[in-house]
């Protein structure tokens, strides 16, 4: 399946931006401590809606950098399914939708989650919950999704 999705934030930044569709712009919204920083582009997905009432969210995986707003045509080939616990002890799914861009020449040929190489999913999943941890929150990976149960939820 292919998406575009909005990217928010680029691959090594440690500044989190999240889209503000009122401003029509993009907002600071956190600094990651020292060291950390995103392992690629992070973004979302224009029109869809997930349980925390964001846009459903997108890593991308490229070999290149993109910015703020930079809309990039995907092929989604699985998902992170994940349990997000908020500060306040409320759960919510907030799962990761993971992506390649049409254009890849690095990952032209990855179609599926189990082909990305295991050492990139298993870092993403430090990342996310280490990323949440630095926000008070608790991110447990429940599972990862085929690129055709991806498909499923995104079509709903």
């Given at each position: 399946?292919?998406?575009?999705?909005?990217?928010?934030?680029?691959?090594?930044?440690?500044?989190?931006?999240?889209?503000?569709?009122?401003?029509?712009?993009?907002?600071?919204?956190?600094?990651?401590?020292?060291?950390?920083?995103?392992?690629?582009?992070?973004?979302?997905?224009?029109e869809?809606?997930?349980?925390?009432?964001?846009?459903?969210?997108?890593?991308?995986?490229?070999?290149?950098?993109?910015?703020?707003?930079?809309?990039?045509?995907?092929?989604?080939?699985?998902?992170?399914?994940?349990?997000?616990?908020?500060?306040?002890?409320?759960?919510?799914?907030?799962?990761?939708?993971?992506?390649?861009?049409?254009?890849?020449?690095?990952?032209?040929?990855?179609?599926?989650?189990?082909?990305?190489p295991?050492?990139?999913?298993?870092?993403?999943?430090?990342?996310?919950?280490?990323?949440?941890?630095?926000?008070?929150?608790?991110?447990?990976?429940?599972?990862?999704?085929?690129?055709?149960?991806?498909?499923?939820?995104?079509?709903r």
């Amino acid at each position: 399946m292919i998406v575009t999705a909005m990217i928010e934030t680029p691959k090594g930044s440690n500044q989190k931006f999240d889209y503000d569709p009122e401003e029509k712009c993009f907002k600071l919204s956190k600094i990651l401590p020292a060291g950390m920083a995103f392992p690629f582009d992070f973004g979302m997905i224009p029109e869809t809606r997930g349980e925390d009432g964001d846009p459903l969210d997108i890593i991308v995986i490229s070999e290149g950098f993109a910015f703020p707003g930079c809309l990039v045509d995907c092929r989604v080939i699985g998902a992170l399914q994940a349990e997000q616990t908020e500060r306040n002890g409320d759960k919510v799914r907030n799962d990761r939708f993971i992506g390649i861009p049409e254009v890849s020449h690095l990952f032209s040929e990855i179609r599926t989650l189990e082909e990305l190489p295991e050492m990139i999913t298993s870092e993403l999943e430090a990342f996310f919950k280490n990323y949440n941890e630095q926000a008070g929150k608790k991110f447990k990976v429940t599972g990862r999704l085929s690129a055709g149960e991806a498909a499923k939820i995104l079509k709903r």
